[in-house]
């Protein structure tokens, strides 16, 4: 009887817990659709109007129109200076190009050298194999400013600076999503490419036909999250990209001097929210496809 008491009380405890645990992303993501339904709230806004909503401290606007997003292909400008030195102005649809070539350029270099690399990290023995593992963990170790600017310089005497060879710089084959990759071929069985290897199969038909088939979830999910860190990253392409600006470069850019050139709150926040449009556009597309994959398991490749 002692012992189902204690049992009890355990259950009890541990329900408080879950019950507490769970909460807290609840809180979170309640203050996050507040935030984006206050920002929608702000970019649909009438300007005239919001001045004087956030005058007498009000948080929504009330008078609301969708002249905001029309006028962002209008009023989302960035001066760039050339090569030649002639000053010229960057509009929205060429940003939004930018973003697209800058998110897919840097991707997918940076997918097929990091699964090419980690694949035979992992499934091959060599020597210096353990070398090159320590030697990626190291360099993950060292601060970003520590780093960049020799890494700059590097690439400034190679000529791959705002241009189109910078893309090539991003197939490194290290960071985070090495470990990832190594650590998935890692615990794939052996089984697979042993049988493979028995029908008569070499190492580049293993890999195509039983290995990357089944890595399929995982490049995909990897894909997508460093589309989304790339479509989002706006200092690299101020650095190494600066006559080629992207959404998220020019949002924080014009984030700076938006007064001086006449952009109103309302309408830099519709920029916001059409900037966010491919990226959810893009997870609306995979979502579903992307969560029945990796709990499918690799097998299902």
């Not at 309640?30 to 339904?37: C, E, P, T």
């Not at 697209?100 to 690399?117: D, E, K, M, N, Q």
């Not at 029945?292 to 097998?299: E, K, L, R, Y």
């Amino acid at each position: 009887m002692s012992k189902l008491k204690t049992r009890r009380k355990e259950l009890r405890s541990n329900g408080f817990w879950v019950n507490f645990l769970g909460v807290i992303p609840l809180v979170w993501g309640s203050v996050l659709v507040f935030m984006a339904l206050w920002g929608l709230n702000v970019a649909l806004g009438d300007p005239m109007t919001y001045l004087d909503k956030v005058l007498s401290h009000d948080l929504f606007v009330g008078k609301y129109t969708f002249q905001n997003f029309i006028d962002v292909s209008e009023k989302f400008m960035q001066p760039v200076s050339g090569s030649n030195g002639v000053m010229r102005w960057i509009s929205y649809p060429e940003m939004l190009l930018n973003s697209l070539v800058y998110s897919i350029g840097c991707t997918a270099p940076r997918l097929v050298v990091t699964t090419l690399f980690s694949y035979v990290t992992a499934r091959y023995e060599f020597r210096g194999r353990g070398f090159l593992y320590a030697f990626i963990m190291v360099q993950m170790m060292i601060p970003t400013y520590g780093q960049d600017a020799a890494k700059y310089k590097m690439l400034s005497e190679m000529n791959m600076v705002d241009n189109w060879f910078y893309y090539v710089s991003q197939g490194a084959g290290h960071g985070g999503l090495f470990l990832i990759m190594y650590a998935y071929f890692k615990g794939l069985p052996n089984a697979y490419a042993e049988a493979a290897k028995i029908d008569g199969a070499g190492p580049f038909s293993v890999f195509k036909n039983i290995m990357l088939p089944c890595a399929v979830p995982i490049i995909t999910a990897q894909g997508i999250m460093n589309f989304i860190f790339y479509w989002n990253d706006y200092a690299t392409v101020m650095v190494y990209q600066k006559t080629h600006p992207t959404l998220s470069s020019t949002l924080y850019v014009l984030r700076s001097f938006m007064f001086y050139i006449g952009l109103q709150t309302p309408t830099y926040f519709a920029g916001i929210f059409l900037s966010i449009i491919p990226v959810v556009v893009l997870y609306m597309i995979f979502s579903g496809k992307l969560m029945n994959n990796v709990s499918a398991g690799g097998i299902k490749g």
